[in-house]
């Protein structure tokens, strides 16, 4: 018998957290972007599991995973792939590079230089490689996991922000929990290789189209759109996000929805996943980041500020 969306979603998450201990918000909201067709931003500091999150995830899913370790002298065609000329036959032929996989890890992202990573800047957001004139498209479901530390900043270059608003998300994974932290210790050989997948490939892209289905009020369309829009206004916002943050946002409280077993979405989803899909979109003032704020810090104070209108029917 076939699996519903919520059945699925949550299979995955068990099975992920055999490895992953006590984070299961973090597995969630990283299932989230994956079946909003989004790509996940990993950030946090060093050992919390972030590349461990990510293989889980790629592990309990049949597809096509690989892995790319961004290096400073890591070049864009090793990503995209390159076009090479066959003497023996005297056409030119494509070769794909890691991108063209289902699931990609992009480990330490923001160790390359700004040239590789504008490299991933056409196939995050058009799906799809354009290699000496000729567009070659990747597999669906596709997409791209990159992790960074949050503190080691030698040798790094920050991600412009044309990348950062391309993931749909961005998630920090934190330290685990006492009890968490002891189980971890206790089943140090368990590995992401231990898992075995539990969906395919083509059932993560049912289930992404069958969340597009979830049901949303004219009056949530509404509060969604101001919120975002509410980001652009603030003292100490220099961008807010754009519609495209607008229509992430809308993607995943769907998904969030479906994940629940509900048919039509609520304005707790909106203020459940504003943080994480909106947060990394925002550049703050340089005297609101000399002072600590941070994006999350304005994500929270525009939910305390803006609401559904009265009377609205959901």
Request: aromatic share 6%; hydrophobic share 45%; glycine share 6%.
């Amino acid at each position: 018998m076939r699996m519903t969306f919520a059945e699925t979603f949550h299979t995955l998450a068990d099975n992920i957290e055999h490895v992953v201990k006590g984070k299961r918000d973090t597995i969630e909201l990283a299932l989230t972007c994956l079946f909003s067709e989004g790509h996940l931003l990993i950030e946090d500091v060093p050992g919390t599991g972030k590349t461990t999150l990510a293989r889980c995830l790629a592990a309990s899913i049949e597809a096509d995973f690989a892995r790319v370790q961004f290096t400073p002298d890591l070049l864009p065609s090793d990503i995209t792939g390159v076009t090479v000329y066959r003497q023996n036959t005297g056409v030119f032929e494509f070769l794909p590079g890691p991108v063209f996989a289902n699931i990609v890890l992009g480990d330490e992202i923001n160790r390359a230089s700004p040239k590789t990573q504008s490299a991933l800047l056409e196939v995050m957001e058009e799906r799809r490689v354009t290699a000496d004139g000729t567009t070659h498209p990747v597999p669906r479901p596709f997409m791209v996991l990159a992790t960074q530390n949050s503190v080691d900043m030698g040798g790094t270059y920050p991600l412009p922000e044309a990348q950062l608003d391309r993931f749909l998300m961005r998630i920090t994974v934190g330290y685990p929990d006492h009890a968490s932290e002891v189980t971890v210790v206790k089943g140090a050989g368990t590995t992401p290789e231990s898992l075995a997948p539990v969906a395919t490939a083509r059932e993560v892209a049912e289930l992404i189209e069958a969340a597009a289905d979830v049901q949303v009020a004219d009056a949530l369309y509404d509060y969604l759109v101001r919120v975002v829009a509410a980001t652009r206004s603030l003292p100490d916002v220099r961008l807010g996000a754009s519609p495209r943050g607008s229509v992430a946002l809308l993607r995943a409280v769907r998904v969030r929805a479906a994940s629940q077993s509900r048919p039509y979405a609520f304005p707790e989803d909106v203020k459940a996943l504003a943080g994480p899909v909106l947060a990394h979109r925002l550049i703050l003032t340089p005297e609101a980041e000399l002072s600590g704020r941070t994006g999350t810090d304005v994500i929270e104070e525009v939910l305390a500020t803006v609401e559904l209108n009265s009377g609205a029917r959901l």
